[in-house]
């Protein structure tokens, strides 16, 4: 122990500020919209109230004034459809509104020279791609860190001696590179049992642990300077355990039509998390002290969430984790419109999984603030799942009555609703520009949409609620798939996997219910006009405003998945995305690939938040012209 201290505090003496006036003018700006965010979630958060509050009174005057039977039941439950839309769209508001006036990031630091602490780099495999291993290995081996400082321990999980027998080979040039398993195709415990073993793996080699441990996904590329970025956050705090960065991808199409970048979690939340000293480990890239490690019990197999639960586990046992905002690794997304819901269906299942994990025994000292924070983001993913799954299910239906979907005593009433609404809908418009500007344009306008995934999560949610419920064990990681096999499939055995494999028909059949909900609401708008009537009458039922956005939001994001299976985007090979060294075969992610304007959202998505936002205010001017009436 005094040894590791004594190379600490000489390490610390190394440690200095990043001298990078590009990255400094990047922070400089990210902490300006920082800054900014909890003020807009605020006139977001309290102009939804004004809205919601003056709603609410709206259908009591009227319920007051005559209105009964099937246009009151109508009427309630488009209210009760619109707050349970506002509810999960309101909690990154919350999260920002919590960092008020605490906008600051983590330093960006180097360390110098070559006295460090000792590093185990574990590097994950469950069957992937071979190729992106070792790129992945050589990458790692080649950092700018001393070679006798650090080693590289290939924890493989699918027991093939074809990585095997390569990572020999490659121990030949590097020899601090290691190679183990865990046996015959271990089934308990996913990710973070592979990570255990590696544990227990390195405690056994020549020297024992290591200081630190380090983690790299199989499909992760570390920056030269990786651990010389991160290791030095750890060095100049002895409460700090962990330093993690955000995930990077370089292989998103042009445009991101699935909307695969992360941008919003690692460019706001959790800059706005880390404010509030609440970030967590973001599951890849993260360097985290072995002593601290060791004191919770290694990595917590309760959850395939293993990050979420690392950051529980340490935060309750009184270590700090920071988040590194800096780009310091670059990774794959799934290939394919298949691969990306595998990966979205696990990731849910992980977060749920981490509400059931916060009953072990070991997180029994948590204070009821850490609880809190344990449980809220579980509990908001999931009623969030529910309430846009109802919303999908109830939209067509209220819809598809042709009764007006909302209640006012006077046409005064109805100005001031849609008044009300305007001011909400820009506010959270506010918020959404700067989180969209924070996150390099990588962002919807209005926000994260991605409702043509609910079905498929909420079936993920019931799932493990009837595991629960039948005592069934934590859910087993497997690869979301990395190879793009699209190129293989004819147009004729794309739409018939995409319809039936992959649930597909469930989007048909959401777009046709729509479309004809919405022209029977026209049919009973024109039916019940008198004369000049025609436009408040289409205004009250489809197209009113928060109606329109909601179901017009449903449509469009539900021709995601039918218009990628029928002309998917060109497949990016590769080896074309990697500058690679023709010797060494080391390779790196081209400037080309890692260009963050190349992903931003293509314009027919632009096109759709103006007509959106068009839309919504003709609306309202067109219920003033008719409100004399």
């Known amino acids: ?315 309750t046992a009184g270590w700090k984790i920071v988040y590194v905002h800096e780009d310091v690794q670059w990774g794959l997304v799934p290939a ?41 983001p579980p509990f908001a993913y999931s009623t969030s799942i529910f309430f846009n799954m109802v919303i999908l299910l109830l939209m067509p239906i209220l819809i598809w009555t042709g009764a007006p979907l909302v209640a006012y005593a006077t046409q005064s009433q109805l100005q001031t609703l849609s008044l009300l609404f305007l001011v909400k809908f820009f506010a959270v418009l506010s918020y959404d520009f700067l989180a969209t500007r924070a996150a390099n344009y990588h962002l919807n306008l209005l926000g994260i949409s991605m409702a043509w995934v609910i079905p498929y999560l909420f079936a993920t949610l019931v799932r493990f609620a009837l595991s629960i419920l039948t005592g069934g064990g934590v859910p087993l990681f497997t690869p979301s798939g990395l190879v793009d096999i699209r190129a293989s499939k004819s147009l004729g055995s794309r739409i018939k996997a995409a319809l039936w494999n992959d649930g597909f028909i469930i989007h048909v059949a959401v777009i046709a219910s729509l479309v004809a909900a919405v022209s029977v609401s026209a049919t009973a708008a024109s039916q019940a006009a008198n004369g000049s009537d025609l436009w408040r009458q289409l205004f009250i039922r489809a197209g009113w405003p928060p109606i329109f956005l909601m179901w017009s939001t449903n449509l469009t994001d539900s021709l995601t998945p039918l218009s990628y299976t029928l002309s998917p985007p060109a497949a990016l090979d590769h080896e074309a995305l990697m500058v690679r060294d023709p010797n060494s075969h080391l390779a790196y992610p081209s400037e080309q690939a890692k260009d963050q304007v190349r992903v931003r959202p293509s314009q027919a998505s632009a096109l759709a938040k103006i007509a959106y936002c068009t839309s919504v205010c003709v609306m309202f001017i067109l219920q003033r012209r008719t409100s004399q009436y």
């Not at 059931?356 to 449980?375: D, I, Q, W």
């Open 336 to 376: 394919t419109i298949t691969a990306h819901l595998k990966q979205h269906k696990r990731l849910c299942a992980g977060i749920i999984s981490t509400a059931r994990a916060v009953r072990s025994p070991r997180l029994h000292n948590m204070t009821p603030e850490e609880k809190y924070g344990a449980l809220f």
């Open 1 to 315: 122990m005094g040894s590791q201290k004594n190379v600490f505090e000489l390490a610390a003496a190394n440690v200095q500020p990043l001298d990078d006036p590009h990255e400094k003018k990047r922070q400089e700006e990210q902490t300006l919209f920082i800054k900014r965010l909890p003020k807009a979630a605020l006139a977001s958060i309290l102009s939804s109230w004004l809205y919601f509050g003056y709603s609410f009174k709206c259908l009591l005057d009227a319920q007051a004034g005559g209105l009964s039977g099937t246009p009151l039941t109508i009427a309630w439950l488009s209210f009760a459809m619109q707050l349970g839309h506002a509810l999960p769209v309101g909690t990154p508001h919350l999260l920002a509104l919590s960092a008020m006036g605490k906008a600051k990031q983590q330093p960006l630091l180097r360390l110098l020279g070559d006295v460090c602490p000792s590093v185990d780099v574990f590097i994950t495999y469950c069957g992937e791609e071979l190729a992106v291993l070792m790129d992945t290995v050589r990458a790692t081996a080649a950092i700018d860190y001393p070679a006798d400082r650090f080693r590289i321990v290939v924890l493989d999980d699918s027991v093939s001696t074809e990585v095997e027998t390569e990572i020999g080979k490659l121990r030949s040039k590097y020899k601090n590179i290691y190679y183990t398993t865990r046996g015959s195709k271990p089934k308990t415990h996913t990710k973070a049992g592979n990570l255990n073993h590696g544990l227990k793996h390195v405690s056994a080699l020549p020297g024992g642990a290591f200081d630190l441990v380090a983690v790299l996904d199989v499909d992760m590329i570390p920056s030269p300077h990786w651990l010389r970025a991160l290791v030095p956050h750890i060095l100049v705090d002895p409460k700090i355990a962990m330093a993690s960065p955000p995930q990077r991808q370089y292989n998103i199409p042009d445009g991101d039509p699935l909307g695969q970048t992360m941008d919003v979690l690692f460019d706001v939340m959790e800059p706005s998390k880390n404010a509030t000293n609440s970030a967590w480990c973001c599951g890849t890239g993260f360097v985290v002290r072995r002593k601290a490690l060791d004191g919770i019990g290694g990595v917590p197999e309760e959850s395939i969430s293993e990050d979420i639960m690392t950051s529980f586990y340490l935060t």
